[in-house]
């Protein structure tokens, strides 16, 4: 356990539908990362905040997809109008330094 | 555009047969190269970082070497509780972590 949480594990969803994931990191840590994993593939960049300003968004990002991260605590990301090719999980990072990032546990998200 | 390439994709060990996982990479200007161990259904585990070429490190059976252009994680005598999928990823200056794909390492008993 690397003290990053996340809720919920498991999400399955009709497509259309808007899903919200959550992440808590360790309280010290003020980078936040939101990866993307497809099956066989590694974890792909998806945006990341530091402290509560989002500073980068990934080009793949389709504008469906949108991340809050208030008061520079715990972030949410929003799925709009889910697809079938949003299934996939959906993974937070977090680190107090730009080099190690610790995991938390993954959503793994179904879209039906 | 930083890239890495990891191979096998796949490999299976007998318990106590050693082997090394590769990872290359492209990237302008390496700030950190980092291995993490991902069991099925879990998130990524942080195992190493190397900074620089000829830097070396060491944890259980486990030891990740570095060049300018790939690095090894060699395992030692593995065990099957060693099983699970390694990523590499690389990081420019102050960017996001880029992965590869990962291998993914069976050790039977």
């Known amino acids: 356990d690397t003290g990053v949480s996340q809720n919920p594990r498991h999400k399955i969803t009709k497509r259309g539908q808007n899903v919200t994931f959550r992440c808590d990191p360790i309280?010290?840590?003020?980078?936040l990362y939101w990866y993307r994993q497809t099956l066989g593939q590694g974890p792909e960049f998806l945006t990341y905040f530091q402290n509560e300003a989002q500073l980068e968004k990934s080009r793949l990002l389709s504008d469906r997809f949108s991340a809050e991260r208030p008061k520079g605590s715990f972030s949410t990301l929003e799925i709009q109008r889910t697809e079938q090719g949003d299934s996939a999980m959906y993974l937070c990072a977090t680190t107090s330094s730009a080099y190690e990032q610790y995991f938390g546990p993954g959503t793994r998200l179904t879209v039906t | 555009e930083d890239q890495v390439t990891q191979s096998p994709e796949a490999l299976r060990l007998q318990e106590g047969e050693s082997s090394s996982l590769n990872c290359s990479y492209t990237v302008s200007g390496l700030r950190g190269l980092f291995w993490y161990r991902q069991d099925p259904g879990k998130g990524p585990e942080f195992l190493f970082t190397l900074y620089s070429a000829g830097e070396e490190k060491e944890k259980e059976r486990l030891k990740a070497t570095l060049t300018k252009k790939e690095s090894f994680l060699h395992i030692t005598a593995p065990k099957p509780e060693d099983s699970a999928t390694y990523l590499c990823a690389v990081q420019a200056r102050d960017t996001p972590l880029v992965f590869g794909k990962g291998t993914r390492l069976s050790v039977i008993a």
């Open positions: 309280s010290e840590h003020n980078r």
